[in-house]
Nanobody, 118 residues
Framework: QVQLVESGGGLVQAGGSLRLSCTHS????????MGWHRQVPGKQRELVAA??????TIADSVKGRFTISRDNAKNTVYLLMNSLIPEDTAIYYC?????????????WGQGTQVTVSS
């Protein structure tokens, strides 16, 4: 059984910073991707940042402001968000795509709310 537990969301003023954390339990044979997505009501979930086979992907809308990193020893992926703007307000979801044995799975966290006030 794999679970993803997110933390670090909250309310912040524009220009502020937050760091999201996502820690997974359970074990993987291999992890292909660890990443963060976000969703606002009425819109599709969008990729914010991901680490895929060691390469980082950052959405254009957050490039230069957000940084993704991982700590393998802690089974944790982080999203450091600087210079936050109201448009960053969303529910942020952690995602891990990995293999358990020969089967690949997608796991999602429960989501953490980030609200940026102007």
């Amino acid at each position: 059984q794999v679970q993803l537990v997110e933390s670090g969301g909250g309310l912040v003023q524009a220009g502020g910073s937050l760091r999201l954390s996502c820690t997974h339990s359970g074990t993987f044979t291999s992890i292909a991707t660890m990443g963060w997505h976000r969703q606002v009501p009425g819109k599709q979930r969008e990729l914010v940042a991901a680490i895929t086979l060691g390469r980082n992907t950052i959405a254009d809308s957050v490039k230069g402001r957000f940084t993704i990193s991982r700590d393998n020893a802690k089974n944790t992926v982080y999203l450091l968000m600087n210079s936050l703007i109201p448009e960053d307000t969303a529910i942020y979801y952690c995602n891990i795509r990995g293999n358990r044995g020969t089967v690949q799975y997608d796991y999602w966290g429960q989501g953490t709310q980030v609200t940026v006030s102007s």
